[in-house]
């Protein structure tokens, strides 16, 4: 407007302010105190902690090797899922109808079923079909396996984990895809790049800024979500300390061992998914 | 020089469901030749840039790129669609600058303008890079080599697509409305980019809505209205001696007489037939 503002009657400065006083934030910060000093009392004044016994058995071969098998689960379940994610989520964006329908069938399929269920199933797969057949559909097998012998409980929780995380992974997958600027693929395929190179070079990459926060995420249900192969038998992390304290008793500090190993590998995780955030993150706003 | 046109596209048919985009185009663009296309929106420029380059599909007629039959072959008697590989080599052997850049985000300035050489014309790496940092040289952003593209001006962005659809030697360029998502001031930097292309005798159809941009730079101008070609002459016809009135009326909004209030053009405009 025309008329300027009147000045004011002495020069102001906001850098001189001094912060406001927040009551609330003081109260807030009291309680948490009264609250973590009780449960750290109560930590250490509790003898059935048995802290000694969980330290003991930290380092135990036993315990260890449970460790390494939850490990090689979740990595091995980790890759099968994402390589089949990204598949199945390519198969549910497809222009071929039949492809992406039955890729949504899938998805609703696996992700309804209770992995525990899926456990169990998959380990006793050999009452339903005694043996696995290899040879032409609806003509002559040439070789067949006795199922028993085929699924141990590690075959029964890589498929079951797997089919489990695949349906998940795969819209995870299809949400980044889904969230690549259309322009992009145009830009592509007008370079004359393939659908295949336009997907891998372009495309994918650049979900993958999306993909990484929510995969992080689902990776690391998926290692606790290994303890359940422990109903099947098989020798994880929570079936070794569940061995041991079946024998002593010792419950509680050797849980307390298992979820002192679930969470080292849980902070691994997050700072790898952080680094692979930061590296997809480039280019971005 | 042959007489064969480096683009012809014969009676070709677009719709988007119910909408007809594209209703019978013809058009010869022949080697050298500029062609700049105007037009209201809507009235299928955009669109038959595109289905050129064969980002989307026709529905009929045909469109041959040095008198290759795009997009379909015959296969005993019959036409059919080619496969994806072969359709790619296609779009490979044209340029496209779109009005919204679509740099490939992920990657640096000279990657934009190297991956295509090395990814679908099978040059050597280091061949690539010192063609894309000549042709960066070129659009007179050599010193942005190793930026990302956000940190770039719409200008500088628009001027790197150019660069990375030129580094495979197109046949023809098409340019969809290149600066129409750019800020006034940065316009003429593409534009000059462009006019150098066209004085360096550059096959080009230009999508515009500048239009003493599309006068300059034009040997032929085309006037699309409703799917259809309505008017084609020279850049002179065009503009001084439009013969239809649908261009007249066109023109006329285009020209600067001081602006209308909008509810009386909206007026004006149910008027014209």
């Known amino acids: 407007m025309s008329v300027a503002p009147p000045m004011a009657p002495q020069v102001v400065d906001v850098a001189s302010a001094r912060p406001r006083i927040r009551p609330l934030r003081w109260a807030a910060g009291a309680v948490l105190l009264v609250l973590v000093a009780q449960f750290a009392w109560f930590l250490v004044s509790n003898p059935r902690f048995e802290w000694p016994v969980a330290g003991r058995y930290l380092f135990d071969p036993n315990v260890l090797r449970g460790l390494g098998m939850t490990l090689l689960l979740t990595v091995i379940v980790m890759l099968l899922g994402s390589v089949l994610g990204v598949l199945l989520a390519a198969g549910r964006l497809s222009g071929f109808r039949p492809v992406a329908w039955a890729c949504g069938v899938y998805v609703t399929v696996f992700r309804s079923i209770p992995p525990l269920v899926q456990l169990i199933f998959w380990f006793n797969l050999g009452y339903l079909l005694p043996r696995i057949p290899l040879g032409i559909p609806f003509g002559p097998t040439f070789v067949s396996w006795p199922t028993n012998s085929v699924i141990?409980?590690?075959?029964?929780?890589?498929?079951?984990?797997?089919?489990?995380?695949?349906?998940y992974m795969a819209e995870i997958v299809r949400a980044g895809i889904l969230a690549v600027d259309g322009g992009q693929r145009d830009a592509a395929r007008a370079m004359g790049f393939t659908a295949r190179q336009s997907f891998m070079k372009v495309v994918l990459p650049q979900a993958m800024r999306v993909i990484v926060p929510p995969a992080g995420s689902e990776f690391i249900s998926l290692l606790k979500g290994t303890s359940l192969v422990?109903?099947?038998?098989?020798a994880d992390l929570l079936y070794s300390v569940q061995v041991i304290y079946n024998r002593t008793?010792?419950?509680?500090p050797l849980l307390i061992v298992a979820c002192a190993w679930y969470l080292v590998v849980v902070i691994s995780l997050s700072m790898g998914q952080r680094r692979l955030e930061r590296h997809f993150g480039k280019g971005q706003r | 020089m042959s007489d064969t046109p480096v683009l012809r596209v014969r009676d070709?048919?677009?719709?988007?469901g119910d909408h007809v985009a594209l209703d019978g185009v013809s058009l010869d663009v022949h080697e050298g030749e500029v062609v700049t296309v105007i037009g209201p929106s809507g009235s299928g420029k955009s669109t038959l840039a595109r289905c050129v380059h064969q980002l989307e599909s026709i529905d009929g007629?045909?469109?041959?790129?040095?008198?290759?039959?795009?997009?379909?072959?015959?296969?005993?008697?019959?036409?059919?669609?080619?496969?994806?590989?072969?359709?790619a080599a296609q779009r490979g052997r044209m340029g496209m600058?779109?009005?919204?850049?679509?740099?490939?985000?992920?990657?640096?300035?000279?990657r934009n303008v190297i991956e295509a050489q090395v990814l679908v014309h099978g040059r050597r790496p280091e061949d690539a890079r010192r063609e894309a940092l000549r042709l960066l040289e070129r659009v007179g952003l050599a010193d942005k080599?190793?930026?990302?593209?956000?940190?770039?001006?719409?200008?500088?962005?628009?001027?790197?697509?150019?660069?990375?659809?030129?580094a495979t030697n197109p046949r023809i360029m098409l340019f969809d409305e290149p600066t129409s998502a750019l800020d006034p001031e940065l316009v003429d930097e593409v534009l000059s980019v462009v006019l150098d292309l066209a004085r360096g005798g550059m096959t080009m159809i230009i999508v515009t809505h500048e239009m003493s941009f599309a006068r300059e730079v034009a040997d032929r101008c085309v006037f699309m209205e409703k799917g259809q070609i309505v008017e084609t002459g020279t850049p002179e016809e065009i503009f001084d001696n439009p013969a239809s009135p649908r261009l007249r009326?066109?023109?006329?909004?285009?020209?600067?007489?001081?602006?209308?209030?909008?509810?009386e053009r909206l007026l004006k405009e149910e008027i014209t037939p």
Not at chain 2, 249 to 263: D, T
């Open chain 2, 249 to 263: 009326a066109f023109l006329s909004r285009y020209s600067g007489r001081p602006a209308e209030i909008p509810g």
């Open chain 2, 97 to 110: 600058v779109f009005q919204q850049f679509n740099l490939f985000a992920h990657w640096s300035v000279l």
């Open chain 2, 12 to 16: 070709v048919r677009k719709r988007f």
């Open chain 1, 249 to 252: 008793y010792e419950i509680v």
């Open chain 1, 230 to 234: 422990s109903v099947i038998a098989m």
């Open chain 2, 61 to 87: 007629g045909a469109m041959y790129l040095d008198g290759e039959l795009l997009g379909y072959e015959f296969h005993r008697g019959h036409l059919r669609p080619l496969p994806d590989r072969r359709v």
């Open chain 1, 152 to 167: 141990s409980s590690l075959t029964a929780a890589v498929i079951g984990l797997t089919l489990h995380e695949t349906a």
């Open chain 2, 145 to 166: 080599a190793d930026a990302h593209p956000r940190m770039l001006s719409g200008g500088q962005q628009q001027r790197v697509a150019i660069a990375r659809a030129l």
